[in-house]
């Protein structure tokens, strides 16, 4: 019973403290990028020392707490309270099942193996997930992100505001849009792994030792490019772009509740960074970091815990520079995007991946270790071709200027 | 107005290559630029800790000074071109009649309020004799709004300190000779720079 416990009190602590310093390492990122310094002054409290502005999260978050607290008289006071603290469940509920760590030895003794004397403390190694042994846990992570989008919806309709309503109207359709992909993805590395359970799926790429990244590229920028859209992160930011609709959903929130709107916006991007580690970069695994659960040391378990943190700072890093690399995207642009490239992208990454899974199931008794080349090459091939064919087609490129020749309506001069 | 209008310039949108199409190349360029900044040098002065540097303090535009000439005398002529040319009429001179030989005038109180300023450099580019400049001090603060209202005291010592950082201006310009000006230094005897 205390197991449980002790996890979900170091995830929660460890996810808010996170969210705190990815919003500095956002804010760090943003000035270095524009050549600032960034946030360099907040350091230990009521003293001089500066810490590189390491103090800062706990100035933002004070200055949140003493914000007031304004709810305007025009919104629909249930519903505005409801949206921020569903989005904030929701994206906090979905890390029961993401694995934040490998295993811990059920020693304490167990260093570097297991010949030293072992006094368990536990039947068999500790799972570092929350809600170990989840078989649907990928069912899971998309049934809890798509309660994130009515957050964002409830949120815009309560608030009453023609911003805050075309915010929320606009997350809706561009998050259900870019779901279709991300699923297509996550089902082509389901198919591979055998497994909805997302520690299967790391241990899947630890045993073969080849992440699904490289026998599934398309699956992967598929991927990836539906997790920034389902996230809301720029390029694709369209439910919240300041200098359009000043926030969209949020406009009118203040205080705690914006708060919680944005701690849950970097959770997104937190839970997709770690599956987009899980499912694709091989989670914990390096190269000889591999090997059963059960025989794992104290050594292997943090060093798997590093692995798999420092990947996901990466790709949150990554997340983070490409916010400053691309303009964002028009909203017809972004459903093109998604329906005619992205869906067409997912299901021939889709059907490569079960060809080349039934391949080499039938292949593996007369090739042998050749099964894994063939394969890899073929849909590293796959991807080159699907990607020349969407290049050589072009939908992304329409001409959306007033058609000359059809063009009848006359607006009237005095206007 | 007609999408058929002639004063409509229907303007193409560039044609995409086959790389501009594949999105690949321009990902990278993207890319590779926000990298690029993201460990480049930074441009940030933090002000108060670290001085910014002023890349050429001839054209930049501080506090003002009043010049002196070889003798330590005002370098003023009291022509009131200055106080003319100010957009912000905030130079007030009062010009009386010279105690020296060599010119007519000099100003018995000369006062600039730094508060009106806007540091245009007008008044220094009107003057005739190069007597007011604009130095490269670019920190003006004060107590109270007398305080900012510079007279010529305060104006001559602001020359007093930064004639050494940076020399007058039109000294580093190439030297005008004209017979006037040997002859008016040579033959001055009046006592230097009379106090107020
Ligand atoms: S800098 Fe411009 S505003 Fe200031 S005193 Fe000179 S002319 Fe007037
Ligand atoms: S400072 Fe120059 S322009 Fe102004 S009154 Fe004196 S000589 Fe004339």
Redesign the pocket.
Known sequence: MLEPLIKIAVLLGGLMTAAAYFVLLERWIAAWVQDRLGPNRVGVPLTRIRLFGLGQPMADGGKFILKEEYTPAHVDKRLFLLAPISILAAALAVFAVIPFGSVLPASVYTLFGQDAATVALTEGPVPLVVAPGVDVGLLYVFALSSIAVYGVIVGGWASNNKYSFLGGLRSSAQLISYELPLGLAILSVVLASGSLNLDEIVHHQADSGVWFIFTQPLGFVVFVIAAFAEAARLPFDLPECEQELIGGYHTEYTGMKLLLFLVAEFLHMITAAFLIVLLFLGGWHIWGLAGPDEQVTWVGAVGRLIVLHLKVTGVIVFFMVVRWSWPRFRFDQLMALAWKVMLPLGMINLVAVAIFEELSLALQSQLGGWTLAISLLGSWLVCLAAWFGVAYATPMIGDNRVRKDIHTYEVDPQI | MQATDPDIRWVEPPKLGLGERMYLPLFLQGLTTTTKHLVSAKVTVSYPDQEPEINNPLIYRGVHR?NRDEQGRV?????????TACPAHC?D?L?VESPWEDREKY?ES?TIDELRCIFCGM?EQ????D??ELTSLYNLTGRSREEMIFDKEKLLSVYDATKDKEPMKSAQLPPVTTPSATTSTATSTSPTEGGA
């Open positions: 009043l370098k003023c002529v009291a022509c009131f071109l200055c106080a130079i001179i010009g100003p000369f008044c009107a003057c005739p004799v007597a007011i």
